[in-house]
């Protein structure tokens, strides 16, 4: 820390309980009372420097009173800082420090210490120090601006506060090598045995440091809101980048608030509490009105503010009962940028007394209108913008499917809750529109973990809440899953099994235009084939003949799936006028869905395998060409 040292005398001051003395031999004539403490000084010392002291003493002595008393109400500093200004009246050494160059500015304008009254007067002294020293340094500046607090309507008088924000600013958004820290090049800078950093091979004292752009975050942390509030606003008019802002921010509501630290302990760094411990020492209402402030404080704008400490911001305001346009705005933010969150920043307890369900459905719900309104005013994603890389599970996904997979994943966690109504969770669930989601295999998952935890819920309304999903945009495992789940109403397993049934249509129906391509292929080599290759190339046409015969017996046995499929639907509709009596095994049993299902499997693996083997013997037939034509 920067000093000036004032005086040249030694010490003639001594305490004796509540009053000091002054030792220079000669019996004081003036007692001053600044609060608790006495002062018994000598006049002349004192006119000689203050021009209200001057009065003060003139007054005292013009009233004929015994002994000069002189009340000083109301001085910058109290006692503390009068000592200092009494030593500097006398010529006593003393030191000025930013810590105490404030009071002793402010106290010296209080007690008009002007050139008027001598030169070099405390004015002028503290005046030069402060422009000179403390405004260039950011330590000092910062620990000047801190004092400011304690006296803060005469710090403002004197502009002392706006000169040492405006040097703050100034700093923050240059580099701290240019005001009082050695220069750092990119090589490892020469240090003493100490660690010290050298300059011109003298020890600085300084330590080596990486600094980034949020080198002064910790520092200007240590200030009080109103302070820190000013400073950001001067930071702002400078044209200081809005995220730099917003990481300020977030790092000084985390020294104050406990519940966005609750994994900190002791910093490593300099030995210091972490912030947790600091934010300890306020209130609840304070801690509330100070997050109050500083959601009012964060810029409005889409990745400019993390994601995960807004959710701990909402988190906080909920258990300190803050406002309810404190909580709307952060639900708001955290809306403005849902794709970024996680599973686990969703995972809100419910923090309310009635205590309905485990987690905070409600703010979630919130939280994702926010986002769709959002979306649909920025023209966001619509079903007509999702292409087939998206829908085939692309990882180049939109935001509205990032956040479709999301709330699905929220509805697995969330669905175990026995407390959880249905409407709660069919309003979460419909509020995702149907083209957000590529595929139904996340839903189908919530619905089936529901159905597991809620198995008192009638057949209407587990009708009702699989008519949340949709059938064909199941992926083939979700199919299988759902093929055997005695939970689901039958209906959705016949849904299930027609639309597995169409897929494999079109599975085959690829295996005839790969057989019709081969086809084709054979045909416009035989026409180049010579008589001395005709041996293995017959070969292959056989096997190919025998291959299309048994192609024309799978169309065979797919026309009668999808026969069985048009019977399946009729005595379904008859089901469905009544009680369904039956069990799904026996209606299984009726229309041997799944002997069909997995006969159809293997004769596609069949087909599969009889295509590789007709390839690998085409190749060959190729090979044996081409060895007689070198021949």
């Excluded at 240059?174 to 003298?202: A, C, K, Y």
């Excluded at 909580?327 to 309905?356: K, V």
């Excluded at 089936?448 to 008519?467: F, G, M, N, V």
């Excluded at 799978?554 to 026969?563: G, I, Q």
Aim: aromatic content about 6%; overall charge negative.
């Amino acid at each position: 820390m920067a000093c000036m040292k004032l005086g040249s005398k030694a010490d003639a001051f001594q305490r004796q309980g509540q009053a000091w003395f002054c030792t220079t031999g000669l019996p004081s004539d003036v007692i001053v009372e600044v609060g608790e403490m006495s002062f018994h000084l000598h006049k002349f010392p004192l006119l000689s420097r203050s021009g209200v002291l001057e009065r003060l003493i003139a007054e005292t002595s013009d009233n004929g009173e015994e002994g000069c008393v002189i009340h000083l109400s109301n001085t910058p500093g109290g006692s503390k800082t009068f000592e200092l200004v009494a030593k500097f009246c006398y010529g006593v050494k003393l030191e000025l420090t930013s810590s105490n160059v404030v009071f002793l500015r402010c106290a010296a304008e209080h007690l008009e210490m002007t050139e008027e009254y001598g030169d070099d007067n405390l004015i002028a002294q503290t005046e030069l120090f402060l422009n000179q020293v403390v405004l260039r340094n950011w330590k000092d500046s910062l620990k000047a601006l801190q004092t400011c607090e304690d006296i803060l309507p005469q710090a403002d008088d004197l502009q002392i506060v706006r000169r040492c924000i405006d040097s703050l600013a100034t700093k923050a958004s240059t580099d701290p090598n240019l005001f009082g820290w050695p220069m750092m090049e990119h090589s490892r800078p020469m240090q003493s045995p100490g660690g010290s950093v050298l300059w011109n091979g003298i020890s600085t004292g300084a330590r080596p440091r990486n600094l980034k752009s949020d080198w002064w975050y910790e520092d200007i942390s240590l200030l009080s809101l109103p302070l820190y509030k000013r400073l950001l606003s001067v930071m702002e008019s400078r044209g200081i980048n809005q995220e730099i802002l917003s990481g300020s921010l977030t790092s000084y509501a985390k020294r104050y608030l406990p519940g966005l630290n609750r994994r900190q302990i002791v910093s490593e760094s300099n030995n210091r509490l972490a912030p947790v411990a600091m934010g300890a020492a306020l209130s609840e209402e304070e801690q509330k009105l100070l997050l109050e402030e500083i959601d009012q404080l964060l810029p409005m704008q889409k990745g400019i503010t993390s994601t995960k400490f807004l959710f701990g911001m909402l988190r906080t305001a909920m258990i300190l009962r803050a406002s309810t346009s404190c909580i709307s705005n952060l639900e708001r933010r955290i809306g403005m940028q849902l794709d970024q969150a996680t599973l686990e920043d969703l995972l809100m307890p419910n923090f309310s007394h009635s205590m309905e369900t485990l987690y905070n459905v409600e703010c979630v719900q919130r939280i994702l209108e926010h986002f769709l309104a959002m979306d649909q005013a920025t023209g966001g994603a619509s079903p007509c913008c999702i292409d087939d890389d998206q829908l085939m599970g692309s990882p180049s996904l939109t935001p509205i499917t990032m956040v479709a997979k999301l709330i699905d994943g929220y509805l697995a966690e969330v669905a175990p809750d026995i407390n959880l109504k249905l409407p709660k969770f069919l309003s979460l669930a419909e509020a995702v529109p149907d083209y957000a989601r590529p595929l139904d295999d996340g839903l189908y998952r919530g619905i089936d973990i529901y159905l597991k935890a809620h198995p008192w819920i009638t057949d209407s309304e587990k009708e009702q809440l699989c008519r949340l999903m949709d059938c064909q945009k199941l992926s083939l495992e979700a199919c299988t899953h759902a093929a055997q789940n005695e939970r689901l109403p039958l209906r959705v397993v016949v849904q299930v099994l027609f639309f597995e049934q169409l897929q494999l249509r079109t599975s085959i129906a690829g295996c005839f235009l790969v057989s019709e391509n081969l086809d084709g292929s054979r045909q416009l080599r035989s026409g180049f084939a010579g008589s001395n290759e005709g041996g293995g190339w017959n070969a292959a046409v056989r096997e190919n003949q025998v291959l299309k015969v048994g192609m024309d017996s799978m169309r065979m046995r797919v026309s009668e799936l999808e026969k069985e499929c048009t019977n399946m639907k009729q005595e379904i509709e008859k089901l469905g006028k009544g009680k369904t009596g039956g069990t799904w095994g026996n209606v299984s049993k009726k229309f041997g869905f799944k002997m069909k299902s997995q006969m159809c499997s293997a004769e596609e693996g069949s087909v599969s395998k009889q295509l590789k083997d007709k390839h690998l013997k085409v190749e060959k037939v190729r090979k044996h060409k081409h060895l007689i034509k070198d021949e």
